[in-house]
């Protein structure tokens, strides 16, 4: 959401794919390239993009940079910061700069790791060069229904336990699998109460050997339904429910608030709980999607946004989920950054220290700031020197 | 997503409707990068979600001008958005709502309206169709080549099946496929006439109605499908099995009929019946085994390209694919088999340079692997590939044809 006074930068044009290279396994990429279109290009090469948000469809690189957007696999390939090797960017005086370079590591301080993930706030992104990865051998995903939430959490535990580190491992409740499962088809298990998604990725020995050891500890916490990808077509069909999951909350409830926090893995079963009593005491229905390997979690609240005392008490329920993810040791933010929505939750996160740090680093890149005024870093009102920043800064 | 009526609205079904439709959109925008238009122009406004919110907009203010007209009128209504909406938005519906309302809320000039009314006019009687095209036909050689390109060569249609089959089924017999790729329709129902099904016209019937209905002449598409309904009824009530289409883009509009009719005291329940009978030639075949029918299935590799209208309305993105592998032809390889050819019904009259950029592509699209010709499921896709194509484009039910394989 805009300032109300901002002008709008929309680089959704800059979509040419500059080079790719081969050799090098790079990409290097105008701003509005949308993620999956860096994939489809590098596919020709045998190679791919690791980052896949589940926007990726409609993304832009440039977006993912500014948000250091993950996806499901970023489990093991990392997320954005982990997978670009060059940003150039043009500062708020309209200098190009470039961040980063040809190599893994570059001279002084690492500024390129500062911007990615800095909500557009320090400077516009005009190029990016990502890392092209080889794509596997082999991959396929192992699906299983629980009937508690608890036993798919633990044996989410178990899985890394076993020193396996899945592509990709993610988790699904009720609610979204009937939601995902309406759109895709994709044959999930409609009664159960959680679905995990396993990914695994490799040469055919590896995959197999790891496949059988999932499956093993699955059926020992009690998996209700067990299914193996066959074919990379079956194994995009699984994928496809859970890439959907979030708009097709859309088919049960007219709105929905999309949370997301990280939380410590130990503790889904407990944050779980937890969501679905505030769920009773805020009389709305929340659906959970869960980047279980990492611990990035997604409540969806469904509100109906015609009737304004339902949006309040999303907004509430949406606060008190966030406070909770702080209290058991984890972030207000996985992926989809701060923006102005949790600007209410930064003091819980951060120390006055940290968010002072934040501001001067703001300052330091643009000092009037101009760009997205008023998101990401919020305005202490207990703070005599935070009051003394230009209004421009804030909302109200 | 909530749509606040404007109190203007407040006794209109139809806003209403429109506003129930749009909360399904949570705007998320995976529906974007599958928009034939959006990829042209890079402009929301030219997106599924953008036209939801120009719309919204016009259902909250009362009021619309030139500009949301301008982005409608760009939609091919090709509902590719639909496929892709995780969220189940219903935006074809939606799209012809809206497009009635802008005929009220922003009337478009004399000129125009004059020459779409002639264009809905004319299209919608295939008798009509059929004098201009056999005009166009017996002076073709004297035309530029551009022009000439614009009118198909008549074609032979051979003859139809004499014997009377155990099962009987009514065909739609269309307005510009009657005309201008009669074959189409004879092919059909020679190959019907093989697996003991004896295919019937009903003479009275005509356009399905999605001309008039699709730019926003509802009561005029009303009243085709009504005449189709009295037309069929008769030989529904003798025990006709289905009505078969042969032209996805009419069959998608036949199964809608209940759908759109449904307010119709008189007509609610035949419709509801006449939708429930209506199937595509592929349904009927796609369960037949066709390695029995003596045909020529050593043609070269076909390219496939599967109408908006029967991926996107009818759901079957795969079905002629299927029929044509089972039937022992060798396809193509094709790639971004969901975007629009650009032909969509009255689209590549209207919105020509538009179409012919979106036809330019799809050729590319189809030609990856060298086929040896193309394949269509729909007349208004066959015709406008055919008129740039290098290699034939025909209806697929051809390559099943054996009349077809004997030279006639
Ligand atoms: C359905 C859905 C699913 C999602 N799934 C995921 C997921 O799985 N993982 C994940 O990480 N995120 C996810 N997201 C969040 C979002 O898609 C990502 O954060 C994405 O990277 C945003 O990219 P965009 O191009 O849409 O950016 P926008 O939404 O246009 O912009 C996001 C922010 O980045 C800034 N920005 C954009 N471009 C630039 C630029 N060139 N230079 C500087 N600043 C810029 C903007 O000012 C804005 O503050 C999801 C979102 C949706 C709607
Ligand atoms: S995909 Fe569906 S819900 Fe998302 S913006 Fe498009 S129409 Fe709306
Ligand atoms: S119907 Fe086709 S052209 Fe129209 S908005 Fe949907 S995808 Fe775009």
Known sequence: MPHPESVLLGLSKLNNILEVDPKARTARLQPGVTNLAISEAAAAHGLYYGPDPSSQIACSIGGNVAENSGGVH?????????????????????ERTTLGGGGLDSPGYDLMALVTGSEGLLGIVTEVTVKLLPCPEV?????????????????????IAAGIIPAGLEMMDALAIQAAEDFAQAGYPKEAQALLLCELDGTAEEVDQHVEAVTNIFNQHGASSLRVSSDDAERALLWKGRKSAFPAIGRLSADYYCMDGTIPRSQVSHVLEE????????????????????????????????????LARAERFGADILELSVAVGGCITGEHGVGLEKLNQMPSQFSEAELHQFEDIKHAFDPALTLNPGKGIPILKRCQEYRALPRRHSHD | MHVELHPRYSDNTEAKRAGELISACVHCGLCL????TYLDTGDERDSPRGRIYLLKQLLEEGE?????????????????????????????KLADIGRGMLNI???????????????????????????????????????PPRLKRKIPLRQTPGAMPVSTQPRTMLALSGCVQSAATPLTHAAAARVLDRLGISLKI??????????????GAHSDGLDNMRRN?????????????????????????????GDLLQHDSVYAAKAKRVSALCRDIADVLVDEDLTLLNIERDIGRVAVHTPCSQQHALKQPDIVNTILRRAGFTLAKTRDDHLCCGSAGTYSILQRSRSERLRQRKLEALQVDNPALIVSANVGCQLHLDEESKIPVKHWIELLDPLTHQGH
């Open chain 1, 275 to 310: 969501i679905s009593k505030l769920s009773a005491k805020y009389q709305l229905r929340c659906a959970n999607v869960f980047h279980a390997g990492d611990g990035n979690l997604h409540p969806l609240i469904m509100f109906d946004s015609g009737d304004p005392q339902q």
């Open chain 1, 139 to 159: 991959a396929r995903v192992v699906m299983a229904g629980f009937d508690s939430v608890r036993a798919a959490g633990d044996a989410v535990g178990a899985v």
């Open chain 2, 202 to 215: 009903a003479s009275e019937a005509g356009c399905c109605g999605a001309v008039n209905y699709h730019l």
């Open chain 2, 105 to 143: 809320e922003a009337p478009r000039g004399p000129v125009e309206r004059l020459f779409r009314f002639s264009l809905r006019q004319t299209l919608s009687r295939p008798a009509l169709v059929a004098a201009l095209l056999r005009t166009g036909q017996l002076f073709r050689p004297l035309l």
């Open chain 2, 64 to 92: 619309a001008g030139a500009v949301t007209r301008t982005h409608l009128d760009r939609c091919l209504s090709c509902r590719s958005c639909e496929t892709a909406c995780p969220s189940g938005m219903q935006y074809g």
């Open chain 2, 33 to 36: 990068a599958t928009c034939p």
């Open chain 2, 229 to 257: 309904i009295d037309a069929w009824w008769p030989m529904i009530e003798a025990g006709a099995e289905a009505i078969i289409s042969s032209a996805t883009g009419c069959g998608s509009t036949l199964v809608e009929y």
């Open chain 1, 74 to 94: 970023c489990l093991k390939y990392g997320l954005t910061v982990h997978n670009l090797l060059c940003v150039e960017m043009l500062t708020v005086e309209g």
